[in-house]
């Protein structure tokens, strides 16, 4: 049972545009929602996160959003740069289990010039 | 401020054999968590570390381990090892755990299992 899904493998956009990044989870317990993002050959690298008790969170190019209802999260980023260009994976993680946290499979973001 | 450190960064072994893989986190970090990753899959949680105890356990079998020492520094130990083992072994290391904060990540150990 996948708790934290990213339905989209991958995703490419042109340079300038607005790339928006899914994920999806299942389990309600999830407190924190976090972004990170991976090059080839280095670890992940976190990007951005958003606690359940809000349902938007910005930092420069990058805001998301968290719809609970839905059991939903998106990733914007706004403009996008092929500097973006890598794998980013959606995170998610409960109080009760503070040091572990459940990732989806990754979306391969390609942003052309 | 140093990142997490992994090593070896690169390693082959063949089945049967045993590997220990080894995590230095970030200075006053009490926190190391261990993750595999296979082609095309997510991270896979394998256990964390809090004050040289194991707080968290993933779904592996038992011939995963791991432990850490008093500096905070972390080994993970895989024993009789299989095929399906090779992965990329990602370690990341926060003051008191991932919930509400960020975790920082090494670049990873590459094993390879023949």
């Known amino acids: 049972d996948q708790q934290v899904k990213q339905n989209s493998p991958s995703l490419s956009v042109q340079e300038g545009r607005i790339s928006i990044l899914n994920c999806d989870y299942t389990?309600?317990?999830?407190?924190?929602f976090l972004w990170y993002k991976k090059y080839p050959a280095e670890g992940p690298t976190f990007l951005i996160s958003i606690s359940s008790i809000k349902d938007k969170n910005e930092d420069g190019r990058f805001t998301v959003f968290l719809n609970k209802s839905a059991k939903h999260l998106s990733l914007h980023i706004v403009p996008s740069q092929p500097g973006d260009s890598a794998v980013y994976f959606c995170a998610a993680s409960g109080a009760t289990n503070a040091g572990k946290s459940t990732f989806g499979d990754g979306t391969t973001l390609t942003v052309k010039p | 401020k140093a990142g997490v450190t992994q090593t070896p960064r690169y390693l082959i072994k063949t089945r049967g054999q045993q590997v220990t893989l080894s995590c230095s986190p970030i200075s006053g970090h009490r926190s190391v968590s261990w993750y595999q990753q296979t082609p095309g899959q997510g991270l896979q949680f394998l256990f964390e570390y809090f004050s040289e105890t194991q707080r968290n356990k993933g779904n592996f079998p038992g011939r995963f381990s791991g432990r850490q020492f008093s500096n905070s520094r972390s080994e993970m130990n895989v024993s009789t090892l299989e095929l399906g083992d090779s992965a990329l072994y990602l370690c990341a290391s926060s003051l008191a755990g991932f919930s509400g904060g960020a975790a920082f990540f090494g670049p990873g150990t590459r094993l390879t299992v023949l």
């Open positions: 389990n309600s317990m999830f407190d924190y």
